[in-house]
C-alpha cells in the first residue's frame, strides 16, 4: 500500500471524499510516523486520543455527505497558536504546560473546516529567533540532515512538513520566520498580507508586523488551506475588513504577459550555487511567458536596522504581561512582589526574549525614542513606499532570495548579530506588510535545499499562489524529500 503520508492536501482530499481512506486511518498513520521520528524534535505536544476523537467526528461527517475539502485532512500547528486542548507554550518556560481557555481564531477557522489538529510544533521561544535552537524544549533538527538548522522560528512547523510528519502545519512570520524555515527545509511557505488572517490567540511577539501563514509541500495546498484561514475577525483590531477569498481561483491563470521584478544586485551577493539555481527558476518563469525587469531595492537594504528597532520594541510592551502573577512561571522563592516579578522573569525567559526585551526598551525609553523608534518607523514607511513604486510602475511580482545560502549548520553563527543578518531578504516585505512566499528552486552540492521568494502586492494572495503554482507545474523540486533515519 501506498505510504499515505507522502500524499499531498489535494490528494488527501479526494482520496477522503471518495472514501478510499477514512480519516482515522490517516490521522493514525501521522500519529506513528511522528512516534518513530521523535529525534527531530518537530512536535511539542502531541495528544493521540484527542486527534482520533477530531478523526471519528470528521469521518461521521464524510458518512453523512456534510464534509468540505478539508475535512478529516490533518493539519499541526505552530505552538504560537493557542489551542484548548494541547499546551500553549510559545515554546518557553514562561508558559509551560500552559491550558488556553479558548482557541486562536486561526485554530477555530480550520476546526470548522473538519480538519484534525495532530498537535503542536516546536518553534523558537516566543518565535524569538531564526533556528529553532532557542527552543526552552529543545531544538528541532532539520531532516535533510541532523547538524544544520530547520530554520526559524517556525522550523517545527517546516521540519514536520518535510519529513511528512504532517501535510500541512500553520506557522507565523514576523520577519522571515515561515519563509526562512520553508527554504531550509525544501517546502513551501506563504506568508499572506499583514491583516487578513486574524491574529487573536496568537502568542504576540511584534503585534505591528506578526502574521499567521501556511507551510505545505506545494503552492495549491497553501492555497487550499489559507482560503480557510483568513477573513475580517472582529476580535482582532489590525483585522482587514474583507470578507474571505477562494485563493484557487487563479491557480492555472499562468503567467504569460506578467511582469517579474528581478532583485539582481540581492541575489548576486548569493552563494553561488543559489544564486545560479534562483537564475534558473527565472528562466523556467521567463519560459512559461513571464517578463524578466531589473529593479534595485535600495531603500529596502535598510530593512534589518530598522526590524530590530521595531520588533524588540513590540515584544518589550508584549512581554511585559508575563510577570508571574496572573498566569506563567511563578518563582518559588522570593522577598516582596518586586523581587518575585523579577525572579519570574528572570528564570521563565530564556536569552533571546531578554535581550530583545532590553533592546527594545532601550529604543522606547524617554530620550531615544525620537532617535531610534520614530526614525525607524520612518525608514520603514519610505521602505513600503519603494514595493508601493515598482507595483505601480514597473512590476507586477517581484523575484528575490529567502537567505543568502542553504541551511547553516547549528554553530555556524553563534552571534546575535550574525543571525540577525540572515533575516536580510525577508524582513523587507514584512516591514511593507507584503505578501510573499518560499518556494524550493534547487538542491546544493552537499545535499541541502535550495529557494527562492516570490512577492507580490498587497492582498494579491491568489495571483502570488498562481505563478508559484505555474513555476511549480514546470519543475519537481517542490517533489524532493529527505530520507528519514525511520526509513533507513
Not at 16 to 26: D, R, T
Not at 208 to 224: V, Y
Not at 284 to 308: H, M, Q, R
Request: glycine share 8%; net charge negative.
Amino acid at each position: 500500500m501506498t505510504d499515505l503520508t507522502k500524499s499531498t492536501v489535494s490528494e488527501l482530499s479526494r482520496l477522503l471524499q471518495q472514501k478510499e481512506v477514512s480519516s482515522v486511518e490517516l490521522t493514525q498513520a501521522y500519529l506513528d510516523k511522528i512516534e518513530k521520528n521523535k529525534k527531530l524534535n518537530a512536535y511539542l505536544d502531541v495528544r493521540p486520543e484527542v486527534s482520533l476523537e477530531e478523526a471519528k467526528e470528521a469521518d461521521r461527517k464524510i458518512a453523512k455527505g456534510e464534509s468540505q475539502s478539508l475535512t478529516g485532512i490533518p493539519i499541526a500547528h505552530k505552538d504560537i497558536f493557542v489551542t484548548r486542548q494541547w499546551a500553549s507554550t510559545a515554546a518557553s518556560k514562561m508558559l509551560e504546560g500552559y491550558m488556553s481557555p479558548f482557541d486562536a481564531t486561526v485554530v477555530e477557522k480550520l476546526k470548522l473546516a473538519g480538519m484534525v489538529t495532530l498537535g503542536k510544533t516546536n518553534c523558537d521561544e516566543f518565535a524569538m529567533g531564526s533556528t529553532t535552537a532557542n527552543s526552552a524544549f529543545g531544538k528541532t533538527l532539520n531532516p535533510w540532515r541532523e547538524d544544520v538548522v530547520p530554520g526559524g522560528s517556525s522550523g517545527g512547523s517546516a521540519s514536520a512538513v518535510a519529513a511528512r510528519l504532517a501535510p500541512v502545519a500553520t506557522a507565523t512570520d514576523t520577519g522571515g520566520s515561515i519563509r526562512q524555515p520553508a527554504a531550509f527545509c525544501g517546502v513551501t511557505g506563504i506568508k499572506p498580507t499583514y491583516g487578513r488572517p486574524s491574529r487573536w490567540g496568537m502568542i504576540a511577539f511584534a503585534s505591528s508586523l506578526d502574521t499567521a501563514g501556511i507551510i505545505a509541500q506545494t503552492a495549491e495546498d497553501c492555497a487550499i488551506v489559507l482560503s480557510s484561514m483568513i477573513g475580517f475577525d472582529k476580535k482582532d483590531s489590525t483585522s482587514i475588513e474583507l470578507p474571505g477569498e477562494d485563493l484557487t481561483t487563479e491557480l492555472n491563470s499562468g503567467v504569460k504577459g506578467l511582469r517579474i521584478g528581478v532583485a539582481r544586485s540581492w541575489i548576486d551577493k548569493t552563494d553561488p550555487q543559489l544564486r545560479d539555481s534562483i537564475y534558473s527558476a527565472l528562466e523556467v518563469l521567463k519560459k512559461e511567458g513571464a517578463l524578466l525587469v531589473d529593479i534595485e531595492l535600495s531603500k529596502a537594504n535598510l530593512g534589518v536596522p530598522v526590524y530590530y528597532i521595531i520588533a524588540p520594541a513590540e515584544a518589550s510592551s508584549n512581554l511585559n504581561r508575563y510577570d508571574g502573577i496572573r498566569y506563567g512561571h511563578r518563582a518559588q522563592n522570593y522577598s516582596d512582589l518586586i523581587d518575585m516579578i523579577k525572579k519570574s522573569r528572570d528564570e521563565g525567559f530564556g536569552p533571546e526574549p531578554k535581550r530583545r526585551i532590553l533592546i527594545g526598551t532601550y529604543v522606547l525609553s524617554h530620550g531615544y525614542y525620537d532617535a531610534y523608534y520614530i526614525k525607524a518607523q520612518q525608514v520603514r514607511r519610505l521602505i513600503a513606499e519603494e514595493f508601493d513604486g515598482f507595483f505601480s510602475n514597473s512590476c507586477d511580482m517581484i523575484v528575490a532570495p529567502v537567505s543568502t545560502g542553504a541551511a547553516f549548520r547549528f554553530d555556524d553563527k553563534s552571534d546575535p548579530l550574525s543571525l540577525y543578518l540572515s533575516d536580510l531578504y525577508t524582513v523587507p516585505p514584512s516591514l511593507a506588510g507584503l505578501p510573499s512566499m518560499s518556494l524550493p528552486c534547487g538542491i546544493n552540492s552537499e545535499g541541502l535545499p535550495l529557494a527562492f521568494q516570490l512577492i507580490a502586492p498587497k492582498l494579491r494572495e491568489a495571483r502570488l499562489l498562481g505563478v508559484a503554482h505555474t513555476y511549480q507545474k514546470a519543475t519537481d523540486w517542490h517533489k524532493k524529500e529527505p530520507v528519514l533515519n525511520s526509513e533507513e
